[in-house]
T-cell receptor, first 116, second 115 residues
Framework: AQSVSQHNHHVILSEAASLELGCNYS??????LFWYVQYPGQHLQLLLKYFSGDPLVKGIKGFEAEFIKSKFSFNLRKPSVQWSDTAEYFCAVNADRGSTLGRLYFGRGTQLTVWP | DTAVSQTPKYLVTQMGNDKSIKCEQN?????MYWYKQDSKKFLKIMFS???????INETVPNRFSPKSPDKAHLNLHINSLELGDSAVYFC??????????????FGPGTRLTVT
C-alpha cells in the first residue's frame, strides 16, 4: 500500500522567512503528486500538482515543489511567506495506473503558522 | 459558481439517528469521492464512484452507504450514528481519462457532530 510522510507536524515562521515542507512517499510505481492547502474552516484547495515532465512545478500563491524520484520526495517551498499563508498543508499521492487508480493517499498534514 | 457543493455544512444529531449528506459537482467530472477527516485532520478515502459505478470501497462500517443517482451527484447516508462518526466529511470529484485519474477538487465539507 502507498503511504505518505510529512515530517513536520507544526512549523512556525515569521513573515518573509523561507519555507520548505518535507513530503516523502512509498510506492514502487509511477505516481501523481499533489499539495493541498486548507485554510482555517475551509475546504482543501489544490496548490500544485505533478504528473510528469519538469520535476520543478510551480503552483498558486508563489508556491513551488520539486519531485526527486530517487528520494521519493516532493517538498513544498516558498521563498517568502506571508501571514495569509497560515494554514494546514497536505501532501497527497495517487498511483498513475492500476487497481488503486484515483485513490488519494494523504500525509497527516503540516500546520504552518506565520507571525506578522 | 461553486464547483463542488455539499449540504448541509453542519449537522448535529444524536446517537442512533440516520442522516444523509448530499454532494453535487458542476465540473463535468465523471468520478466522485467521499473522504473523512478526523479530529487530528487526517484525511482518509471512504468511497469512490465512476460514472455511477462504485470503484473504491474502503474498510468502512456498512452503516455508511453511498448512492450516486448520476455523474454529478454523490450522497452519503449514515445509519445508526455513533459518537465515533463525528468528523468532517468531504466530497471530491475528478476526471478520469482512459487509465489516468486527474486532480481532485474538494467540496466545503460537512461537519458532523454526534451527541
Amino acid at each position: 500500500a502507498q503511504s505518505v510522510s510529512q515530517h513536520n507536524h507544526h512549523v512556525i515562521l515569521s513573515e518573509a522567512a523561507s519555507l520548505e515542507l518535507g513530503c516523502n512517499y512509498s510506492y514502487g510505481g509511477t505516481v501523481n503528486l499533489f499539495w493541498y492547502v486548507q485554510y482555517p474552516g475551509q475546504h482543501l484547495q489544490l496548490l500544485l500538482k505533478y504528473f510528469s515532465g519538469d520535476p520543478l512545478v510551480k503552483g498558486i500563491k508563489g508556491f513551488e515543489a520539486e519531485f526527486i524520484k530517487s528520494k521519493f520526495s516532493f517538498n513544498l517551498r516558498k521563498p517568502s511567506v506571508q501571514w495569509s499563508d497560515t494554514a494546514e498543508y497536505f501532501c497527497a499521492v495517487n498511483a498513475d495506473r492500476g487497481s488503486t487508480l484515483g485513490r488519494l493517499y494523504f500525509g497527516r498534514g503540516t500546520q504552518l503558522t506565520v507571525w506578522p | 459558481d461553486t464547483a463542488v457543493s455539499q449540504t448541509p455544512k453542519y449537522l448535529v444529531t444524536q446517537m442512533g439517528n440516520d442522516k444523509s449528506i448530499k454532494c453535487e459537482q458542476n465540473l463535468g467530472h465523471d468520478t466522485m469521492y467521499w473522504y473523512k477527516q478526523d479530529s487530528k485532520k487526517f484525511l482518509k478515502i471512504m468511497f469512490s464512484y465512476n460514472n455511477k459505478e462504485l470503484i473504491i470501497n474502503e474498510t468502512v462500517p456498512n452503516r455508511f452507504s453511498p448512492k450516486s443517482p448520476d455523474k454529478a451527484h454523490l450522497n452519503l447516508h449514515i445509519n445508526s450514528l455513533e459518537l465515533g462518526d463525528s468528523a468532517v466529511y468531504f466530497c471530491a470529484s475528478s476526471q478520469r481519462l482512459g487509465t489516468r485519474s486527474y486532480e481532485q477538487y474538494f467540496g466545503p465539507g460537512t461537519r458532523l457532530t454526534v451527541t
